[in-house]
């Protein structure tokens, strides 16, 4: 006998473990039939998750956060007992925007504290001219990308909600967006920032790896009403998507995983792009300038798929900074809580390993260290402060 399960996804290649522990068989052999849905927005994937159309859902870690704390909409608990992925995120500006910023650029272009300090100046020109703000697009208000554009914007003394304008718009729709001159800009994952600069339409100016070295992404959610009633179901789902990210995780298996990833019904893009990303080298300009690096987007290596609560911590900083909530010891302890290393472990025997020690768990480019047990005064030490 099989259990049925519906669970809901955003072409993204983060996607890939699900992906792959459907259509490699994975979760069959756990006794699981799994239907993957195909989303646009995250919105979409949030609101079916929580009234339960969806069983579980690949999902952005601080919507994970938010639906648990109630912030922006309902309140309903949610338990992370796994990363799909980490880092895969970068910042796809405009041709136009790309040149402007080279031009004020001091200092080595891959270097982000270079960059924010050219986009000032470049603001600063914008405004001394009377031009529009320029406007970046991110996927979602509690978004990693929404947090990854304003901690760099920030650390250059750009402030994100007065000298620009964010925008949300759902990931498949960015390169269109740019092309078109909607945007100058966005912060997205895999592949549409490829798909951007393939079209001549943008510069990857940044992996997002850049910025911030280790940060949680996407997580494979469930709703904790539904983990405590089906633990076994949800023990076989975690073993099932462990198995595929530890087969992602082999190089002699990217080409079938791209070719997996590509179908139409899956991220639905070409599977040489798909490929790219997952070898970590990717075309950065239209030029065909290409870029590679090991960290760009972690899935199922370097301790990536085991879910820690002191990402969670620096998440919940994030919305506290940027003025979503306000801080309380009460709402960390909720947030660092729908991370589920303790799932994790249950389902997999505890062969994980150790998690990522707190004073590593993010590695930002700039700003203090990060302390999970001291939010107010990790905040106040910022260029542009933002109240506890």
């Known amino acids: 006998m099989t259990t049925?399960?519906?669970?809901?996804?955003?072409?993204?290649?983060d996607a890939a473990a699900l992906i792959v522990a459907a259509d490699k068989g994975f979760t069959a052999a756990e006794g699981l039939d799994v239907t993957l849905v195909r989303e646009v927005s995250w919105?979409?994937?949030?609101?079916?998750?929580?009234?339960?159309?969806?069983?579980?859902?690949?999902?952005?870690?601080?919507?994970?956060?938010?639906?648990?704390?109630?912030?922006?909409?309902?309140?309903?608990?949610?338990?992370?007992?796994?990363?799909?992925?980490?880092?895969?995120?970068?910042?796809?500006?405009?041709?136009?925007?790309?040149?402007?910023?080279?031009?004020?650029?001091?200092?080595?272009?891959?270097?982000?504290?270079?960059?924010?300090?050219?986009?000032?100046r470049v603001v600063a020109a914008r405004r001394k001219h009377g031009a529009e703000p320029l406007t970046f697009a991110m996927t979602f208000p509690f978004s990693t990308h929404n947090y990854q554009l304003r901690f760099w914007m920030a650390a250059g003394g750009v402030d994100p909600d007065e000298d620009v304008r964010l925008v949300v718009l759902p990931p498949p729709f960015m390169a269109d967006s740019l092309a078109n001159g909607q945007v100058d800009a966005f912060c997205v994952g895999a592949p549409w920032n490829s798909i951007a600069v393939d079209r001549g339409a943008g510069h990857i100016l940044h992996f997002v790896s850049d910025i911030l070295v280790h940060a949680a992404e996407k997580v494979l959610a469930v709703r904790q009403s539904w983990a405590d009633r089906h633990p076994q179901v949800l023990n076989g789902l975690v073993?099932?998507?462990?198995?595929?990210?530890?087969?992602?995780?082999?190089p002699e298996n990217r080409a079938e995983v791209a070719q997996l990833l590509a179908h139409p019904d899956r991220v639905g893009v070409d599977a040489e792009i798909v490929q790219r990303t997952l070898d970590g080298r990717l075309r950065i300009s239209p030029d065909g300038t290409m870029r590679e690096s090991s960290r760009y987007l972690l899935l199922g290596k370097k301790q990536a798929t085991r879910p820690d609560p002191a990402q969670a911590a620096w998440l919940y900083a994030q919305m506290v900074r940027w003025r979503q909530t306000p801080y309380s010891a009460a709402a960390l302890e909720t947030a660092t809580a729908v991370f589920r290393p303790d799932l994790y472990e249950a389902a997999l025997g505890g062969g994980g390993g150790a998690a990522v020690e707190a004073s590593g768990a993010v590695g930002a480019f700039a700003g203090p260290a990060f302390d999970p047990a001291n939010i107010a005064g990790y905040l106040a030490d910022f260029d542009i402060p933002r109240r506890v």
């Open 239 to 250: 073993r099932a998507v462990a198995r595929a990210a530890d087969f992602i995780a082999q």
């Open 4 to 13: 049925p399960l519906h669970i809901g996804f955003i072409p993204l290649v």
């Open 43 to 120: 919105s979409n994937v949030r609101d079916k998750l929580n009234i339960g159309l969806f069983d579980a859902a690949h999902l952005l870690a601080p919507v994970a956060i938010a639906s648990s704390l109630g912030i922006g909409h309902v309140k309903v608990p949610i338990a992370a007992p796994f990363s799909l992925g980490i880092n895969g995120n970068a910042i796809t500006v405009s041709p136009t925007l790309h040149a402007a910023i080279m031009a004020e650029l001091e200092g080595d272009r891959f270097d982000p504290m270079a960059t924010a300090l050219a986009l000032a």
